[in-house]
């Protein structure tokens, strides 16, 4: 059976729903949530969800070993710029909350999921093509708290054998469930702006690049990277994974070619600005194509496409 933590946030409620379809009757998916009033409605209609703190460790065991739980995604999270104004909480959700998930999939031989982010790379990491392997000294204690996962994952499945894989997930667009406190929230944003006739205010520089993915693509690259063959696996924490690389200018551009009158205007918010200036323009992504046949299927303009058909004001 599989465990979501954080099934209520901007990737968790699309992948709870997509693991319930894909596992059909051969598992249940138990939703966690913090808040039970935060739980979408057809969440709580195709399945159980269950109370979960990240911070309570005896809990989840508890958790763990009632509903006999083989694999969790462990999706709790502060986001970049949300962390960057209570630092102390980021780290505790985020470090704490995963020592606790590798403890208890360590006793239980759970494996787990925890995504990585462009936000684990720094100014000084090559910008272009950022490799799969190298310098990550991140600036906001998003990108520190996902440095630290990575490296505290890869040490569970090399000293203890715990199954731990992830993926770094670039900015994710989606228009289920809106993302709450990214830097990449703008490219969800626009949308909402451009379907309701108005100027897009927008908080990133016209040419500041950054990779994105549509979220139907990050949850097949969740579901994919834990079914592929562990023998193959040379990374495990964790793969860079992106679908394509844009500007908020190209993006503008590419909503025009629907909505001919769209409007956009630029008001920098200098905390984000500089979080994104600090991340890859393009992430190299050989080794997840290479170790587990990783593809994107969904680039710029199918994107823009689906988010104007689908988005509800
Ligand atoms: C953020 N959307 O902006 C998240 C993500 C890659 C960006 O980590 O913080």
């Known amino acids: 059976n599989v465990l979501i933590i954080g099934s209520t ?13 894909h596992l059909g009757k051969s598992g249940t998916v138990y939703a ?8 979408p409605e057809y969440l709580q209609k195709t399945g159980p ?23 969790i995604y462990n999706l709790a999270a502060v986001l970049s710029a949300t962390a960057e104004k209570d630092p102390v909480n980021a780290w505790h959700v985020g470090i704490d909350g995963l020592l606790n998930v590798l403890e208890v999939a360590r006793k239980y031989n759970c494996a787990v999921f925890t995504p990585s982010s462009i936000g684990a790379f720094g100014p000084s990491s090559p910008k272009v093509n950022t490799p799969q392997d190298c310098v990550m000294r991140p600036t906001t204690i998003y990108g520190v708290s996902k440095v630290t996962g990575e490296l505290l994952s890869d040490y569970y499945f090399k000293r203890f054998g715990v199954d731990t894989r992830s993926v770094r ?14 830097t990449t929230d703008y490219a969800v944003d626009i949308f909402y702006s451009a379907v309701e006739g108005e100027k897009f ?22 579901i994919e990277i834990m079914e592929a063959d562990s023998a193959k696996l040379v990374h495990r924490n964790s793969f860079n994974v992106t679908a394509m690389s844009f500007t908020p200018k190209e993006i503008a551009e590419a909503i025009r070619r629907h909505i001919p ?31 587990w046949g990783w593809e994107p299927r969904y680039l710029l303009d199918a994107m823009v496409e689906d988010m104007l058909k689908n988005v509800v004001p």
């Open 49 to 71: 969800s269950v109370e979960i703190d990240i911070l309570d460790r005896d809990a989840l065991e508890k958790i763990v070993e009632t509903y006999q739980i083989d694999t």
């Open 261 to 291: 009158d769209f409007q956009i205007e630029y008001q920098i918010d200098p905390l984000r600005q500089g979080i994104a200036e600090s991340w890859p323009d393009f992430m190299d992504q050989s080794c997840a194509e290479t170790e």
């Open 32 to 39: 966690g949530y913090t808040k039970r009033r935060s739980v």
């Open 9 to 21: 946030g901007q990737i968790g409620t699309e992948l709870t729903a997509a693991l319930r379809e």
């Open 169 to 182: 997930f670039p900015g994710l667009i989606s228009y289920t469930t809106p993302p709450g406190g990214g």
């Open 201 to 222: 205010v927008c908080p990133i520089g016209p040419d500041t690049k950054m990779d994105f993915m549509y979220m139907p693509d990050a949850i097949r690259a969740a």
